[in-house]
């Protein structure tokens, strides 16, 4: 999976240079691909505000419920990508686990701001947006940009995060947070030009797509 293998190593796996600098108009199957896509993701979204809602009322978010979205996880990424409706129930249960795990941060905004919670849900929403249409309406220097942008900046990101655990200070919270944003942003027009150059090609996994989407609008919430 594209977002398992951000964690790991280069912050791009084994994305292929073609891959990422191709770029073809989006054709009528391909088109038809992407609805699919982006259904299943919309239905993951619902499905992790479900769960966030889920523990406002039986406070059930905590240490059971993320070990229970990692186990969710692997078993999706375990299961033949032919046995779609087996898969797409996993990753409803993964984005509602999701949910329930956030649930705690989410009430603590909104003991905060009643209003924070829209505000990063529609901020989230709108910068994916923008990004996934810059990667379907761009030519390739967009995603050469993202990439060569990311290549640079994630291994600063995790420099941070580990000197964090010993030494915080205001900047390091700005930049932590600005620039994860910025960086996560950038994924979401990769792994969106990356889907369609693999659709072009014939390799099509909608559930796994929608997870890396999912992963992607996830991280930009959170922010």
Not at 16 to 35: M, S
Not at 121 to 130: P, Q
Not at 157 to 167: A, D, I, K, R
């Amino acid at each position: 999976m594209d977002f398992v293998r951000s964690f790991s190593g280069s912050p791009f796996g084994d994305y292929a240079t073609e891959t990422l600098t191709k770029f073809t108009p989006v054709q009528r199957h391909v088109a038809q691909y992407l609805v699919r896509v982006y259904t299943l993701l919309g239905a993951t979204i619902i499905a992790s505000a479900a769960g966030a809602v889920f523990h406002l009322y039986t406070n059930a978010g905590g240490l059971m419920s993320i070990v229970a979205g990692l186990v969710t996880m692997f078993w999706l990424m375990s299961t033949n990508p032919q046995h779609t409706a087996k898969r797409t129930k996993l990753l409803l249960a993964f984005g509602a686990l999701m949910g329930i795990s956030i649930g705690p941060l989410v009430e603590y905004a909104l003991d905060v701001d009643q209003f924070i919670v829209l505000q990063a849900l529609f901020g989230a929403a709108a910068v994916f947006a923008c990004f996934t249409g810059a990667a379907l309406t761009s030519d390739n220097r967009l995603t050469m940009f993202a990439v060569s942008f990311i290549s640079t900046f994630f291994p600063y990101l995790t420099l941070f995060t580990v000197f964090s655990l010993f030494f915080r200070t205001a900047a390091y919270e700005v930049f932590y947070l600005y620039g994860g944003l910025v960086c996560f942003s950038l994924y979401v027009a990769v792994n969106t030009q990356v889907m369609i150059a693999r659709a072009n090609a014939g390799t099509r996994d909608e559930v796994g797509d929608a997870l890396t989407l999912f992963m992607d609008f996830f991280r930009l919430f959170t922010r």
